[in-house]
């Protein structure tokens, strides 16, 4: 089984401008001030198709003073659905169309949305849409080379946004811990990346018993899941950058069973194993030359006589014992042991992890932002910096010492949960700096909120691939 399963239905490519012989021109536009016929609508990503000598689609990117790489991007996307739905197979665009707006890298902008826009999941359908291919071919008359190296950069980020989203949809009962491990190795095998599982054997030689506590009520044991880009030149002896992803495959909440609603949709937590999944696909493509190292924990949280309880006291591969206030709290534990390895095995210049981690997230910042903790402040600056360049956009929380004492254990090092709904994003954050050993620079991004979309109340929800985007441009930064 391939590791990437759906084809992208649109294909951007390099084509001289005066041997082109496409069907139209792709032309965005500033919004009107007053709606007219001969004009798209304010909306971003408003269309008109004028048809003469030479015919046009024309693509609005909103009102002239808010113009920016974000309404590009979404201008690209709904772009996209109108290509397809229109079955349009050979259109062009200018490389230099956003000359006049001034905006820096508004092309590699409109190209980022051509792709995600034209991402659809339909793999379990009976019938699946027979989509035309479309080809946009960018337009120049000199440096074609230089606009194609421009395309495959933008095509190898999207590639991973859209993995990502690919296999967060993916049910459970086609993505659990083994299975994954499966299409990992594949990933690896396709990407030139070193692949290392520890399964079941292996972390408990090690003593990894947090993360395996969380799988202890699955047929299918935990796994720890390690992609290495070794990086080249001289700069692959410099320290690697450790990106770390949560990935419950299935959270039912254990005994601290979810509700109805809540439990539906839980396959998206696996979004932050899926998200450094996408990163490292496009680390191998855009071959950096720095090493990148992602480690996904993997464990699928369900009840059975095996299934670990509140008040179970936990050894971690830290050390440190957790007793179990919540089995809901699952995320921070199979992160504990991941982030304990990465720290004492992988010598990081820094580590980034990215988790649905809590709820708390989603009432502080809705939808719009993801929570950041970390423990350096260049650091939390720098990725706060690549949030904003890429539209996924970060606020940073508070890790001040007092928040420990709200976990602080018992008849234990710490307990997994605070038990009362207070600060509980923070808590989050707290806990898991609590297994970063040896002054490592570390930043916990929650994604909670932002890993999924809905449009609507009733509408599906969508994975958006947040933060692979965020963390390679951090990386192509360093």
């Not at 590791?3 to 082109?20: N, T, V």
């Not at 450094?276 to 950096?288: T, W, Y």
């Not at 809905?454 to 963390?471: A, D, N, Q």
Request: net charge negative.
């Amino acid at each position: 089984m391939k590791h990437f399963q759906i084809s992208s239905p649109l294909i951007l490519e390099a084509r001289k401008e005066s041997d082109w012989d496409g069907n139209f021109l792709l032309v965005p536009i500033a919004a009107p001030k007053n709606n007219t016929p001969e004009k798209p609508g304010k909306k971003i990503g408003d269309t008109l198709l004028l048809t003469g000598e030479e015919t046009q689609l024309l693509i609005s990117l909103g009102m002239t003073e808010k113009i920016s790489r974000k309404t590009i991007r979404k201008a690209g996307e709904a772009t996209a659905k109108w290509l397809i739905a229109h079955q349009a197979s050979k259109v062009g665009l200018r490389a230099t169309a956003f000359d006049d707006f001034g905006i820096k890298n508004a092309l590699d902008a409109f190209c980022e949305g051509l792709l995600l826009g034209a991402f659809s999941f339909d793999l379990h359908k009976a019938k699946r849409d027979d989509i035309e291919r479309v080809n946009v071919h960018l337009l120049a008359d000199r440096d074609i080379s230089r606009l194609q190296e421009r395309i495959t950069r933008v095509t190898a980020i999207v590639d991973g946004v859209n993995l990502a989203r690919e296999l967060s949809h993916e049910p459970p009962n086609v993505i659990i811990p083994v299975s994954l491990v499966e299409r990992v190795q594949t990933l690896a095998s396709e990407t030139g990346l070193k692949c290392t599982v520890f399964g079941e054997k292996e972390l408990t030689e090690m003593g990894a018993g947090a993360i395996l506590s969380v799988g202890l009520g699955s047929k299918t044991p935990s796994q720890m899941i390690i992609l290495e880009h070794l990086g080249h030149g001289a700069r692959a002896e410099e320290p690697p950058v450790v990106v770390v992803g949560k990935a419950i495959t299935f959270d039912t909440g254990g005994y601290s069973l979810k509700d109805t609603k809540g439990i539906v949709g839980m396959k998206f937590d696996k979004s932050g194993g899926m998200v450094v999944l996408g990163i490292m696909k496009a680390v191998a493509a855009l071959n950096l030359p720095i090493p990148v190292i992602g480690i996904v924990a993997a464990a699928e949280n369900m009840i059975s006589a095996e299934a670990y309880r509140p008040n179970d006291i936990i050894r971690s591969l830290s050390g440190k014992t957790i007793e179990i206030i919540s089995t809901d709290a699952e995320g921070r534990m199979v992160l504990a042991d991941a982030l304990t390895y990465a720290s004492t095995e992988l010598k990081p210049r820094a580590i980034i992890d990215l988790a649905t981690l809590t709820g708390g997230v989603l009432v502080a910042l809705g939808k719009v932002r993801a929570g950041l903790m970390s423990t350096d402040e260049g650091l939390a600056e720098a990725l706060s910096a690549a949030g904003e360049r890429t539209d996924e956009r970060l606020w940073p929380l508070p890790l001040d010492d007092e928040y420990f004492l709200l976990i602080k254990g018992n008849d234990s090092d710490l307990k997994n949960s605070a038990g009362i709904p207070l600060a509980s994003s923070i808590v989050g954050g707290t806990f898991l700096k609590q297994f970063v050993m040896n002054d490592i620079p570390w930043a916990h991004l929650d994604i909670a909120g932002t890993a999924t979309i809905k449009k609507t109340i009733i509408g599906p929800r969508k994975s958006t691939g947040f933060g692979v985007r965020l963390i390679l441009d951090y990386l192509e930064g360093l």
